[in-house]
């Protein structure tokens, strides 16, 4: 079992940044690989970013590549999401979660989720 919860969500003008970070418990948790999903108001919840357990590969969708980044500390059990030229499209609630398997698109594929954190980008 993974326990996952989100921190740092918050309100910022168009071309900021925010840091999300990720918390994860559970002896397992170093060995997943993590993604971060968002989900705006009244559409699906779609991939953002992903990272292989050993921080190996990363992986972006096409409208935050260049302006995000994933990263994590395993010692830590956190993964982090670092967020920058942000835009009002970016305005979601973002979630984390723990995945297996090749298949890091798939909202499918994650056995884990956390509970989400607001990020709300002004124009």
């Known amino acids: 079992q993974v326990h996952l919860v989100e921190s740092g969500g918050g309100l910022v003008q168009a071309g900021g940044s925010l840091r999300l970070s990720c918390a994860a418990s559970?002896?397992?948790?170093?060995?997943?690989?993590m993604g971060w999903f968002r989900q705006a108001p009244g559409k699906e919840r779609e991939f953002v970013a992903a990272?292989?357990?050993?921080?190996?590969?990363?992986y972006y969708a096409d409208s935050v590549k260049g302006r995000f980044t994933i990263s994590r500390d395993n010692a830590m059990l956190t993964v982090y999401l670092q967020m920058n030229s942000l835009k009002p499209e970016d305005t979601a609630v973002y979630y984390c979660?723990?995945?297996?398997?090749?298949?890091?698109?798939?909202?499918?594929?994650?056995?884990?989720w956390g509970q989400g954190t607001q990020v709300t980008v002004s124009s």
């Open positions: 559970g002896r397992t948790g170093s060995t997943y690989n």
């Open positions: 979660a723990a995945y297996r398997g090749p298949y890091y698109r798939d909202r499918a594929s994650y056995n884990y």
């Open positions: 990272i292989t357990w050993s921080s190996d590969n990363t």
